[in-house]
């Protein structure tokens, strides 16, 4: 079955320490995106990548990188930057189109201990 | 720019009440329109899209929302509340017309009372 893949789903982290989010897509989509999430808040946009080998920065990019090295995978390192890490991470995948209808993976939440 | 409002962070009903959740958008453009469902530790699953074709949208559920574009509004509605509705929903929106970023309301949570 086509989908995207969140690894792990829980993570815990000292402070200092980098960390990264694992994402893969098996639905041969051009875009993704790594989004955060905060109680209240709604989903912010972290990066986005619209081919391999380019992304851009989202709304709360500091602390954060990212590489698309291939099409399937968008892995997000967390950064000791980040000033609070504490989240619950969504990747999501869409085609390249107007009508962005996105599809998301399971989410990893990060505890920093 | 565009954003989206959702009016009310929490909205209870009773098992079999009407369903209405608010989503006010504003958009320089003409905008797409989503609303997205989230479950306890999940990831957000599409419940309908507006994407200029017909104004009422039905989506998965039974759930269908109408675009009035004289309101700047997209609200979500459910005839008939179902326990299983309990979860928290997204409206979304988007210019259309080219790739842009989604921007996501802060969300709705949806308690179910028996």
């Known amino acids: 079955d086509g989908g995207i893949t969140q690894s792990p789903k829980y993570l815990f982290r000292k402070e200092g320490q980098n960390v990264t989010l694992s994402c893969e897509q098996n639905?041969?989509?051009?875009?993704m995106y790594w989004y955060r999430q905060d109680p209240g808040q709604g989903l912010r946009l972290i990066y986005y990548?619209?081919?391999?080998?380019?992304?851009q920065k989202g709304d709360i990019a500091e602390g954060y990188s990212v590489s698309r090295e291939k099409k399937e995978s968008f892995p997000l390192t967390v950064t000791s930057a980040q000033k609070n890490p504490t989240a619950f991470y969504l990747c999501?995948?869409?085609?390249?189109?107007?009508?962005?209808?996105?599809?998301f993976g399971q989410g990893t939440r990060l505890t920093v201990v | 720019a565009q954003s989206v409002t959702q009016l009310g962070s929490h909205v209870s009903v009773s098992e079999g009440a009407l369903v209405l959740l608010r989503c006010n958008y504003s958009?320089?453009?003409?905008?797409?329109l989503f609303w997205y469902v989230q479950y306890p530790n999940q990831g957000l699953q599409l419940l309908l899209k507006?994407?200029?074709?017909?104004?009422l949208v039905k989506g998965i559920n039974g759930f269908e929302a109408e675009f009035k574009k004289s309101e700047t509004s997209f609200h979500l509605t459910k005839p008939s509340a179902h326990m299983s509705d309990a979860a928290e929903y997204f409206c979304?929106?988007?210019?259309?017309?080219?790739?842009?970023?989604?921007?996501f309301g802060i969300g709705t949570k949806l308690q179910v009372i028996p």
């Open positions: 999501a995948s869409s085609i390249r189109s107007a009508a962005l209808e996105a599809f």
């Open positions: 639905l041969n989509h051009d875009a």
């Open positions: 990548s619209q081919i391999v080998n380019d992304f």
């Open positions: 958009s320089s453009v003409p905008p797409y």
């Open positions: 507006y994407t200029s074709a017909a104004t």
């Open positions: 979304a929106v988007t210019p259309s017309g080219g790739y842009q970023k989604v921007t």
